[in-house]
């Protein structure tokens, strides 16, 4: 087994220099496909060019809210991986976002024939998207239904909490909004797909009674104004909902065992509800309650390692939203080394995706076996 897979970052500021330090990590003759992160403070056409001129492979990366590296959460600068060896990628552009349809249908079938021709590969898809689309419902949801038993995780591209404008990169120079790329990557070695979420369903559940998913609104629930029937649950009265009660009380959907996460962002004045996901009218959701979120993903972990014992990387796609609560909570260290003991390199997201689902405040990973990284 031919496995070639190298880490680099810069902190430079300096879109040039950052790319120059980050490229004098990674063997450029033997890698095949690089994986990155970025500050969107970087003069985003300076960084592409440079990226460009440097690599001669596919390059697939976006904007974040934080990385996450081999030092654990990183706030600023630019880091990535380079895969090489065994691992072959596949990179499609789905821009613009309204012609998703049909160009998911060029992908899966692309993606079809080649799984035909190399059947006994694994295969993962990481899809990175720009996160004030609000396309990745319908997006995640055609390609997963299309391209068949294909596991993929992805993360809603950021711009540090400015929620102005956020780009993913487009293989050739160019940092571009209104865009999703999504890569399939094949390779012999073992691989497994998983998420966590520190909330479980609590007692109090919800009948989302009139919503508009275009817009991410819940209108009504349980047949009164939505922000009323929210916070009555609660306890509290609509003018005490407040960022940190939403982060601490999201909506849970259940899909058989598995609860899936749909947060809050605001309420609105007519007492509507503003979610960083969609949610459908008629669905019943729970309230979610809230569990140690240390021992949470310590646990996630040790179960992975169940089945790769001691994974090369974990490209992981991390919500802005836990972050947050986490430096709140002093508990960035914590989470950071626990990232820092797992090999996970990724991002803070503005949204994750596992498999055809749309997430919030929830971490999704592929785990990879292997050689130790370098």
Same mark, same amino acid.
């Given at each position: 087994m031919?496995?070639? $897979?190298?880490?680099?970052?810069?902190?430079?500021? @300096? !879109?040039?220099?950052?790319?120059?330090?980050?490229?004098?990590?990674? @063997?450029?003759?033997?890698?095949? &496909?690089?994986?990155f992160f970025c500050s969107p403070d970087y003069d985003l056409d300076i960084l592409g060019r440079e990226l460009k001129n440097v690599f001669t492979c596919p390059c697939i990366g976006c904007t974040s809210s934080g990385q996450i590296g081999t030092e654990g959460f990183q706030h600023s600068g630019l880091l990535g991986l380079g895969l090489g060896g065994n691992f072959r990628t596949h990179s499609f552009m789905i821009h613009p976002l309204v012609n998703y349809t049909a160009l998911v249908a060029d992908i899966a079938e692309s993606i079809r024939l080649d799984c035909e021709a190399r059947p006994n590969l694994q295969r993962f898809g990481l899809l990175l998207v720009d996160g004030l689309s609000m396309a990745e419902e319908r997006l995640a949801a055609n390609l997963y239904q299309q391209i068949g038993n294909i596991p993929f995780i992805g993360g809603s591209a950021g711009d540090d909490l400015r929620f102005e404008r956020t780009h993913v990169y487009d293989g050739n120079g160019r940092f571009i909004s209104d865009a999703a790329v999504f890569a399939v990557i094949e390779t012999d070695s073992p691989i497994a797909t998983f998420k966590v979420q520190h909330f479980e369903a609590g007692e109090v559940e919800l009948v989302i009674t009139e919503a508009d998913p275009e817009k991410r609104l819940i209108l009504e629930i349980n047949g009164?104004?939505?922000?009323?029937?929210?916070?009555?649950? $609660?306890? $509290? &009265?609509?003018h005490e909902l407040? !960022?940190?009660?939403?982060?601490?009380?999201p909506l849970l959907l259940s899909f058989g065992d598995e609860p899936y996460v749909r947060s809050i962002l605001k309420w609105n004045e007519d007492l509507s509800l503003t979610c960083y996901c969609a949610i459908e009218e008629g669905l019943i959701v729970a309230i979610g309650k809230a569990k140690d979120p240390v021992q949470t993903f310590k646990q996630a972990f040790d179960k992975v390692r169940e089945t790769i014992p001691e994974p090369a990387v974990i490209i992981?796609? @991390?919500?802005?939203l836990r972050r947050l609560q986490f430096e709140q909570e002093g508990l960035e260290r914590q989470i950071g080394s626990i990232m820092e003991q797992n090999r996970v390199v990724g991002f803070s997201t503005y949204g994750e995706q596992y498999n055809g689902l749309h997430v919030n405040q929830t971490f999704t990973g592929v785990a990879i076996g292997g050689r130790d990284i370098v």
């Open positions: 031919n496995f070639q $897979l190298n880490y680099a970052r810069s902190e430079s500021p @300096d !879109p040039v220099q950052a790319v120059a330090e980050f490229a004098s990590q990674i @063997d450029r003759e033997g890698i095949n &496909t690089v994986i009164e104004p939505a922000a009323q029937a929210y916070a009555e649950a $609660l306890g $509290l &009265t609509v407040t !960022p940190t009660v939403f982060s601490r009380n992981g796609f @991390d919500c802005i």
